[in-house]
């Protein structure tokens, strides 16, 4: 349904020694939205500066997952339109995309008109937001229920064609964790003002600004809960964002629920044996029975940025479950997307490196490969 425009469509002149191109546009360039009869024409070569004809929405484009989703949806030549808090959180994401591409837009999400604002010129839009620790302000529920409703009400009321609802894995109204308990209302509440949502529940994702393996890797010991018999399937943060951005363009993800996990499952043991691998350090390893872990992260939330709060030590209990079914529909995966996936080992160096002692810093990345010798560098990439 979509192609690249290709250079044979495309005639380059010369005048006054400046180079331009003429373009004929086709039938294929033309894609009609099946939602909202709404025409999207594309223009361009291909690439960042082209226009890809779409106007994409992103939500929560500050946080981990959306600077990938930024960064691929504006180097195709989306026009991306990114409400923010924070002045100085968005800074990265302003060389994204080519001129007058990135649009930045000072929002609240509690305030309707800022929303209206965000979404109404748009014909895909991504909610991202989401909290690992409440504050005053933003609790769970006014995140994850309120805020993701208000988003998916208001644009459903201004006929945006697709909104995509990211979600977490294990989501569920009877989970022990608040987070995840929040995260399935938020679905429910979301489907109830736009049924044609796509719902995305990606695992831990990794990656290098991430809060898995960094905080995994960055404490002299290793506090683990449940004994380290948690299962868990990390996705790398790149494979996900993959996955959003072919949503975009791939109607028959309409009303469909993702699940989008890594392709091994590992014990928390087992991913503290590879972090320790890549460090080339043995550390202390203790189990916290719960009681004393949800005690001690009790203390963590009066810091201005909880450390670690009570509600992860429960997450940390729970292991992945995969394929629930949504009524009467199974879920799908990276599979029905066609991404080919990467795995926790091949790209946990990218980020446990720089917790790597001097000694070993400069160490081949492949076990058994050369030695560390003084002024000499082995790392191949």
């Not at 086709?26 to 690439?47: E, M, N, Q, S, W």
């Not at 917790?355 to 400069?362: A, I, L």
Request: charged share 25%; net charge positive; proline share 4%.
């Amino acid at each position: 349904m979509y192609s690249t425009t290709s250079l044979s469509k495309t005639r380059f002149t010369q005048k006054f020694g400046i180079i331009t191109f003429k373009q004929k546009r086709f039938a294929h360039d033309l894609v009609v939205r099946k939602t909202t009869g709404k025409p999207i024409i594309k223009y361009g070569p291909g690439g960042r500066s082209s226009v890809s004809g779409h106007t994409a929405t992103v939500f929560g484009s500050t946080g981990f997952l959306g600077r990938y989703l930024v960064s691929k949806l504006a180097k195709h030549g989306t026009q991306v339109v990114l409400p923010y808090r924070d002045e100085d959180a968005k800074r990265h994401l302003k060389v994204t995309g080519d001129l007058g591409q990135v649009v930045f837009l000072e929002f609240d999400l509690r305030n309707e008109q800022n929303i209206i604002e965000a979404v109404k010129h748009s014909d895909i839009v991504y909610n991202l937001i989401g909290r690992d620790y409440e504050t005053k302000n933003f609790t769970y529920e006014k995140v994850h229920i309120e805020g993701a409703e208000r988003i998916a009400k208001l644009c459903k009321r201004f006929d945006v064609s697709r909104l995509v609802h990211v979600s977490a894995l294990n989501a569920d109204i009877n989970s022990s964790s608040r987070f995840l308990r929040t995260k399935a209302l938020g679905e429910k509440a979301v489907k109830e003002q736009f049924p044609d949502v796509t719902i995305v529940r990606p695992g831990y994702m990794f990656g290098p600004e991430d809060r898995f393996l960094n905080r995994l890797s960055g404490f002299p010991y290793e506090l683990m809960v449940n004994h380290g018999e948690t299962l868990l399937s990390p996705v790398y943060v790149i494979d996900v964002a993959t996955a959003l951005e072919m949503m975009m363009k791939n109607e028959a993800t309409i009303s469909s629920t993702y699940e989008l996990y890594g392709p091994t499952v590992y014990s928390m043991r087992e991913i503290y044996d590879i972090i320790d691998d890549i460090m080339k350090k043995k550390r202390t390893r203790l189990n916290v029975p719960n009681p004393i872990a949800l005690a001690i992260t009790k203390l963590l939330t009066y810091l201005p940025w909880p450390y670690l709060t009570p509600d992860e030590i429960e997450r940390y209990c729970i292991s992945d479950k995969f394929g629930k079914a949504v009524g009467d529909r199974e879920v799908k995966t990276f599979s029905d997307l066609g991404v080919e996936l990467v795995d926790l080992e091949s790209k946990a160096i990218q980020v446990v490196r720089r917790y790597r002692s001097n000694t070993y810093f400069d160490q081949p990345i492949s076990k058994d490969i050369g030695k560390v010798k003084k002024g000499v560098y082995h790392v191949e990439y």
